[in-house]
């Protein structure tokens, strides 16, 4: 079965610190990857997405996110996270013709000051 | 910026009551998506139209959901009656088409079932 899995319910980062937060996969054949944010009682942001090519995506707010089909992971990070950057953010797989995203459950980062 | 827009934002009903939900995708968007987030949750799809037609309700509850989008524009989301369970949010989204589009969300609404 298709699936997302965001092994950490919460990350926490000191603000100016690299932050990552973890996403990992099951998918049959070749996998579209996405990442969403969400801020309170607000629907979902597009950051970034992975169709083909190059590995590294780079997206908005100065998000990128690595795909790696070996592990099949795709982890977003950011080189320095400021305290804006907290919020829920959602890893997410597109397959087969239809355009279904499979979410995962989520990661809250909390960056503090 | 072109935007999703949905109302309302927010909804209140008893049990037992018959709720509606609107949804007006990015303008020349032909896939519009319907998507319910319980709280703590990754959205779940429930509806995916292509211009006026449904492509994917296999996880719609369609004895009491129901969901149209007759010309192919706006959409409505209507449940029909109301349980506690479906308190959530109920979020739109919309691409340019099926294949591999980004989706665009709007900002949702969230039913709440006393």
């Known amino acids: 079965a298709q699936s997302v899995a965001q092994p950490e319910d919460q990350v926490n980062v000191a603000e100016g610190n690299p932050l990552t937060v973890k996403c990992t996969y099951s998918v049959s054949g070749n996998p579209y990857l996405f990442w969403y944010v969400q801020y309170p009682n607000r629907g979902l942001q597009f950051l970034l997405k992975?169709?083909?090519?190059?590995?590294l995506v780079k997206g908005s707010y100065g998000f990128e996110a690595e795909f790696n089909k070996s592990q099949t992971s795709f982890h977003l990070k950011k080189p320095s996270a400021l305290v804006s950057d907290s919020a829920l953010y959602f890893c997410a797989v597109s397959f087969g013709g239809y355009n279904k995203l499979i979410f995962g459950a989520g990661t809250r980062l909390a960056v503090h000051p | 910026e072109a935007e999703v827009a949905q109302s309302p934002r927010y909804k209140i009903t008893e049990k037992s009551q018959a709720v509606a939900f609107w949804c007006d995708p990015i303008?020349?968007?032909?896939?519009l998506y319907w998507y319910r987030q319980i709280l703590g949750q990754g959205p779940e799809l429930l509806v995916q139209f292509q211009d006026e037609s449904v492509v994917d309700d296999s996880q719609l509850p369609k004895d009491r959901f129901s969901a149209e989008r007759l010309k192919g524009v706006d959409s409505t989301l209507k449940i029909q009656p109301a349980e506690l369970g479906d308190s959530a949010m109920y979020l739109c989204?919309?691409?340019?088409?099926?294949?591999?589009?980004?989706?665009?969300f709007g900002p949702g609404t969230r039913l709440l079932v006393l």
């Open positions: 992975y169709i083909t090519g190059d590995n």
């Open positions: 303008s020349g968007h032909a896939t």
């Open positions: 989204a919309s691409s340019l088409d099926v294949y591999q589009e980004t989706q665009y």
